[in-house]
DNA sequence: CTGTTAGCGCGTTCAT
DNA sequence: ATGAACGCGCTAACAG
């Protein structure tokens, strides 16, 4: 009791190093280097401001110190939707790297509202973030890449590192990391892994084209039937989204109209494929007996299905791993602006959910 | 080019309000107010600073507007791995919430380190958040309670509202508000089904008795045992993690060493149903055939089970949503004090893992 | 309607 | 080793 605050006793009146500095009988200067610990202090003095700190429960103000120049460094993730496994899997990894170096991380979920991305940069922009580090796809419009290429310019003026995953770059002009998978690798081998095992009508289960990752998977596929001197049959090729349903009704669709025009099935996602194997199995079709099915990602979920199955492995956490720790090693210069582009690799795990092919 | 800018052209040098007044040739406070729109201005002098915050590629500097008093309000959610998908549902959930009333969101992973915890809840109050969500089960320390305390009471001294979901009150003196579900009540409801069932000796593989959530759901457990009537076999009470692998080795231990003691297995969580699952189909046990299963969280996997799974909704992002608008609805005074406890209610999803026992 | 100016809380010279 | 004073970029009085 009897301490004279200044101020009313309420709530939302936070402390600030005056109030230790009273306390402890010491300038407002000597708390901030007891605190910073980067000056020399008595050890005395010392003793007595830490007192006061612990008496007073307090706390620095981030925002003051941030604007004296002292920042307390962050990594914001953007992503669509934190319930994603593959994604959160990515998340998993930058918070990992990100707390192991002492960054604080910040994540936002954008539903997959371009928008809302850019807004959440502008927002990084405002709070001076380390880093931005941006994951899933993109429709590549000319105009949204104008405000990209303009807001990119602006992270980069307050020294905040850009990092895309997977995503195509913004252009020469805007300074970017880049880590990405090779898309086009794993899907080129679970595509060989299929052919080796007879089958050569392969439906395609494939995502958007706007979305690099559904181009860089389509190629592997192909470069993969033209190696093996089968002419690819376009009818075979399917467009749609990246969901559990999608790939079920597209599934029940081919059952009912186009049965027996393939002997396997190449989902883009493993996702995809738990939604086309419940189509299946509905349609009592038996995977892989009657038909064989491959994924792309493997999730968790991938391990889950009866039969288990083949799919290409995705290093998601080490994707974020690596996008926090390329971003902070250019910022502490321990890093050439060349090293900026990184492909990570990927590889078929093989499963249950394909069988070889006799006819 | 050539206006006159006071620094060297390297990055770092984020623009300020000054450079726009500048330019625009207003003062600072016009363009403050222009920017705030919260105050009249010419529309000919707004037209100006507008132009020249565009042509500038201009933002504003949180820190230094949060200094000034104008915070951007911040929810932060904290949890252990985002990759868990239960908490991932509840992160959604917040996530969403605080967007929709244009709160930024902060997501942070703890590991299941409640220093890491504590270390987070403290950079919050420094960042003057206002809101912090806490999630998933605490050791009870008698001595982490006191930090707790101290760090909650920090929060609420910086007109921070302090949300726990799932977890106990940290004492009347320590303001905070409580989201939780029903656990005792699924587990009530969901043992009430094995046993209308006919099954009587139930397999409890359960978590550890230090988290409120193992509490109730076992308390559920045995009060459905004694409303009919069955006495509880305290050797078929099990504790242990709530992962797969600890479903998996638990279920394999008690086929091989006390296999025709139980005709059904309920699991504390899905992942540890999950578990339990792969080790009955490992060991040509078939469920429900031979055995039932049920499991709890209703998570994506538990359809995704063969068979799939009879288990508990709990309604995750329900969870998140609540938190966020109870600490803003009491923050903004459209709530009472007395509103701040919600118990949210489970159901039981009845599927295919639970057969009729015929002996 | 617009400009001037005094803080917001902290880090950091420069004196002492 | 310690203290006094200025400035970080912005907002909000207060004048005009």
Redesign the pocket.
């Known amino acids: 009791m009897g301490t004279e605050r200044?101020s009313r006793g309420t709530h939302e009146?936070?402390?600030?190093?005056?109030?230790?500095?009273e306390r402890?009988?010491?300038?407002?200067?000597?708390?901030?280097?007891?605190?910073?610990g980067?000056?020399?202090?008595?050890?005395?003095?010392?003793q007595r401001v830490m007192r006061a700190v612990r008496e007073l429960n307090?706390?620095?103000?981030?925002?003051?110190?941030?604007?004296?120049?002292?920042r307390t460094e962050t990594v914001a993730f953007v992503l669509n939707d934190v319930r994603g496994p593959s994604f959160s899997a990515a998340a998993y990894g930058v918070e990992r790297e990100a707390n192991q170096r002492g960054r604080l991380c910040l994540i936002c979920t954008t539903e997959g509202d371009q928008e809302r991305e850019l807004a959440f940069m502008q927002l990084m922009r405002?709070q001076q973030a380390s880093a931005v580090i941006l994951i899933g796809g993109v429709r590549d419009d000319e105009q949204y890449r104008e405000r990209y290429t303009e807001i990119a310019q602006g992270l980069h003026a307050v020294g905040s590192r850009l990092v895309l995953c997977g995503r195509p770059s913004l252009g020469a002009d805007v300074p970017a990391t880049t880590v990405e998978y090779d898309n086009e690798g794993g899907a080129y081998a679970i595509t060989t892994n299929l052919l080796a095992n007879g089958h050569r009508r392969i439906l395609y289960l494939g995502g958007m084209l706007e979305h690099t990752t559904s181009v860089g998977r389509l190629l592997g596929y192909h470069r993969a039937l033209a190696d093996f001197g089968v002419a690819p049959d376009p009818t075979l090729i399917e467009h749609g989204e990246f969901t559990r349903v999608s790939g079920y009704e597209r599934t029940r669709a081919w059952l009912q109209q186009g049965a027996g025009r393939f002997t396997a099935i190449f989902a883009e996602t493993d996702m995809v494929a738990a939604g086309a194997l419940a189509a299946l199995e509905d349609a009592g079709v038996r995977v892989p007996d009657d038909i064989s099915l491959v994924g792309y990602d493997d999730i968790e979920l991938a391990s889950d299905l009866r039969p288990r199955l083949t799919t290409v492995h995705v290093p998601y956490e080490e994707l974020g791993r690596t996008a926090v720790r390329l971003a902070i090693d250019l910022k502490e210069g321990r890093s050439r602006e060349g090293d900026q582009h990184v492909v990570l690799g990927t590889h078929v795990v093989v499963r249950q959910s394909v069988a070889r092919l006799h006819h």
């Open positions: 200044r009146a936070a402390l600030t190093i005056r109030d230790v500095a402890a009988e010491v300038s407002v200067a000597t708390v901030s280097r007891v605190l910073a980067n000056y020399p202090v008595a050890a005395k003095t010392r307090y706390v620095v103000n981030t925002h003051a110190r941030a604007l004296a120049g002292v405002e």
